[in-house]
């Protein structure tokens, strides 16, 4: 799948997918197979969803990761949308063989 790739310099993050786009700081990380590949993951989480249910459960499991760990950055590895994609964004193929709503292995 093709999705357009947008910089945004002042985005406070390294980079964010928000259908149909992956938006990304700097131009650099475009180049950066591994990163798009893990915003990738997060745009078919997206479509898998329908789009507003995955910002909700996005939302909700980072909220509850809070109230669990009472740190951010544990909070956001523990979304289950994040393990999915930190797991396999080194797996340029993954997507190409992913089975439907795989994050759901990653509670």
């Known amino acids: 799948m093709k999705f357009p790739i947008v910089r945004i310099s002042f985005l406070p993050i390294a980079g ?3 259908f149909p786009f992956i938006l990304i700081k700097k131009g650099r990380y475009k180049q950066d197979k591994v990163f798009i ?3 990738k993951i997060h745009l078919v989480q997206q479509i898998e969803l329908l789009f507003v249910v995955f910002y909700l ?3 909700l499991h980072y909220f509850y990761n809070l109230m669990r760990y009472l740190n951010h950055d544990r909070a956001y590895r523990n979304i289950v949308f994040e393990k999915e994609a930190y797991s396999k ?7 190409t063989q992913r089975s439907y709503c ?3 292995r990653f509670f």
């Open 102 to 104: 795989q994050w759901i």
């Open 89 to 95: 964004e080194s797996d340029l193929e993954y997507l």
């Open 57 to 59: 459960l996005y939302l």
């Open 37 to 39: 590949n893990h915003e």
């Open 16 to 18: 964010m997918a928000i």
